[in-house]
């Protein structure tokens, strides 16, 4: 591991490293801080973008990226009551009374602690997790990783809050579309309809440039008008107070990374459930508990450490099995496959070095975006007040030129379009995006291992419940798909008891 | 809004598409050799089956609403997306043209060109901002395309049909 770590530093520590890492820094910052955009938009824009890099500069400035969102959408959430992202929804609710108090800069200081903090925590979880994560891979085959795959899925599907069945239905719908193009297994090709274009399959990048960055345009070009009406009498002060507090409430900041690590290592859960568990855990467990909602600095710290130790957990499944923990590691994956670096649970083995670097990229950024934004905040905060009006031609602009640069063909764009509207209309009829994604993703993988397992057991499907590993994943398969039927019989009883 | 919940009859429309899909996507998927159909079939049967249950979840009967709170619950959170809150079918279209216009514009003419009079008729048109305003940011997005794409990264920019694209 330490060899792995300095192979990473030397890659990291270059002076083109450390400007891409900068670089993503104020990227992740910029667009975690402007509602609407967020670090999934940002890696989608990006990634285009990294084409002619090197890989591990690719991955030092989406590292920058990712490490950076987080505390960007804090910014916006305490100054004006608007989160950057969801994630940053629970720092709204104690981070805004603060600074209409005139804390703002207590609020931004502690913001800026806890975050950094807590992405710190998440990251060295990860390390200390990544060295074990090689024995499991290496006890995986074929079934495991298939039935890994299934868990993947139909954990998101679970996760995506009361669309479970449409979870479901998106995920299946996803593996329709990985199926697209050459066959692997057999051979030929199918489901292209004549089309040369898709041959290959679906290309990730321009397919998740459109689910998420056009459809969001989408999205705000209905909406319209701007994030904020003002800033005026906000002040931004108290920042060193802000930092002195995230030490007193260490308890707080632990158990925050704490959950925040653990949910964001469980597939699709993401940030925003983290961040409202560690806000709630809080809450409950304090002696003051009225306090909350009003003001009170540990409903900052608990919210911003869990958003951000997320990022450490969920490159736990991404790195170790390629399955990807969040929307935005997902987007990695296509960014990892950009380079030609194939995800996976090789992954770790071909490419540790690599893989080191851009967990160094994630702490660094943690470090870098908290002394960034303590120094910008009342500017940045002015960026809420841009309509989105201007916002939108830009993004789009952007995001198709370079969605056209990857391989100079028109039918990316075409393709980036359509999957805008689709995911548009996902989001309109709370079909989850994510479990499309991940599983265009996973598609492959999945059918593949399933041949592989087959193949491995002349053709019998007990191969998938003989197998130790294999047959607790598939319980644990069929517990996720049984949970909601479970919490909705628990409830019942909840409420005949209460009756 | 749209929420998926039982008897809502916005939501029922997609469920039938969805449906509409499994059912032409298993012939499709049959017509290939014994290998290459294996897995397609088996996620098309059960594309079929779910967007059965979610339409059925979707009437307005004692059955659809107990299979509805049954397969979905409820988080501890909204999850990581927000509903889409409902616009009218026209202001949807509007949304969706000024992105097919934008490509139809590439196509001819390409993304220089393009990016200038894209900016300046979405922010004069559906923005209503001044148009010394829309000016500056039409100028402004495509000199940061031309300096990002073009001249930093080299990467060839399509000139559209009408200049030899």
């Known amino acids: 591991m330490f060899e792995s770590l300095a192979t990473g530093l030397a890659l990291l520590f270059t002076f083109s490293g450390v400007l891409y890492l900068c670089l993503g820094v104020v990227v992740g910052f910029v667009f975690g801080a402007i509602p609407g955009l967020g670090g999934v938009t940002a890696i989608a824009l990006l990634m285009p973008l990294t084409f002619g890099m090197e890989p591990n500069h690719a991955i030092t400035l989406i590292g920058g990226v990712m490490g950076a969102t987080s505390f960007g959408g804090s910014i916006p959430a305490i100054l004006i009551n608007a989160p950057g992202i969801a994630l940053n929804a629970a720092t709204c609710f104690d981070g805004y009374p603060l600074a209409r108090q005139g804390k703002a800069g207590l609020a931004l200081g502690a913001a800026a602690t806890a975050s950094s903090l807590g992405g710190l925590i998440g990251v060295f979880t990860l390390l200390l997790v990544i060295p074990m994560a090689k024995q499991i891979v290496l006890a995986f085959g074929p079934p495991e990783f298939f039935m890994l795959a299934m868990l993947g899925l139909a954990a998101i599907a679970v996760s995506t809050g009361g669309a479970f069945l449409r979870g479901l239905i998106s995920a299946a719908i996803g593996l329709m579309l990985a199926f697209i193009g050459y066959d692997s297994v057999g051979g030929g090709v199918r489901f292209a309809a004549g089309s040369e274009y898709l041959w290959d399959g679906i290309p990730l990048v321009p397919s998740l440039v459109g689910i998420f960055a056009i459809a969001e345009m989408i999205n705000l070009t209905l909406k319209g008008g701007t994030v904020a009406s003002q800033t005026e009498g906000i002040e931004v002060t108290g920042v060193l107070d802000g930092v002195k507090a995230v030490f007193k409430n260490w308890p707080i900041l632990l158990r925050g990374s704490a959950i925040g690590t653990f949910i964001g290592a469980l597939p699709g859960v993401g940030g925003t459930v983290a961040s409202f568990i560690a806000y709630s855990a809080a809450v409950q467990v304090s002696k003051d508990p009225e306090s909350f909602g009003k003001g009170n600095i540990q409903g900052v710290i608990a919210p911003e450490s869990a958003n951000n130790a997320k990022d450490g957990g969920s490159l736990i499944p991404t790195l170790s099995f390629g399955i990807p923990g969040s929307a935005e590691t997902a987007i990695f994956l296509g960014v990892l496959i950009l380079h030609g670096i194939e995800p996976g649970p090789m992954l770790l083995l071909e490419h540790e070095g690599i893989i080191y670097s851009l967990i160094l990229a994630v702490t660094g950024s943690c470090i870098l975006s908290s002394l960034i934004g303590l120094s910008l905040a009342r500017h940045l905060a002015l960026i809420t007040l841009v309509d989105v009006h201007v916002l939108i031609p830009t993004v789009v602009s952007v995001a198709l030129v370079g969605v056209y640069a990857l391989q100079s063909n ?41 041949h592989q397992s087959l193949n491995m057991a002349d053709g019998e499907y007990s191969v998938f419940f003989t197998r130790g590993i294999s047959l607790t994943l598939f319980v644990l398969v069929l517990v996720c798909i049984a949970l909601p039927a479970l919490r909705f019989v628990l409830g019942r009883r909840k409420s005949v008891g209460a009756a | 809004m749209s929420d998926g919940r039982a008897g809502d009859r916005s939501g029922l429309a997609p469920a039938l598409v969805v449906l509409a899909l499994s059912v032409g996507y298993l012939p499709w998927a049959y017509s290939y050799d014994d290998q290459g159909q294996l897995v397609p079939v088996l996620i098309g049967w059960l594309l079929l089956g779910l967007s059965v249950l979610d339409i059925v979840a979707h009437t307005d009967t004692r059955f659809g609403r107990t299979l509805f709170a049954l397969v979905s619950g409820r988080a501890m959170d909204a999850g ?49 901002k001044p148009l010394k305003q829309s000016i500056i940011a039409a100028v402004a997005v495509t000199f940061v395309v031309w300096v990002a794409f073009d001249v930093l990264l080299r990467y060839e920019v399509y000139p559209g049909i009408l200049f030899g694209g």
């Open chain 1, 410 to 450: 028109m039918s990316d764009v075409v393709l980036a379009l359509v999957f805008g509207v689709l995911g548009y209309l996902m989001v309109r009829f709370s079909y989850p995006r994510i479990t499309l994604v991940i599983a265009l993703v996973l598609g492959e993988l999945a059918e593949r291992s399933f």
């Open chain 2, 80 to 128: 990581t997306e927000e509903p889409g809150t409902t616009h009218g079918f026209r202001r949807q279209a509007v949304a969706v043209l000024w992105l097919i216009g934008f490509l139809a514009s590439v196509g001819l003419v390409g993304f220089l060109a393009t990016v200038p009079i894209y900016v300046l008729a979405f922010m004069t048109i559906q923005g209503r």
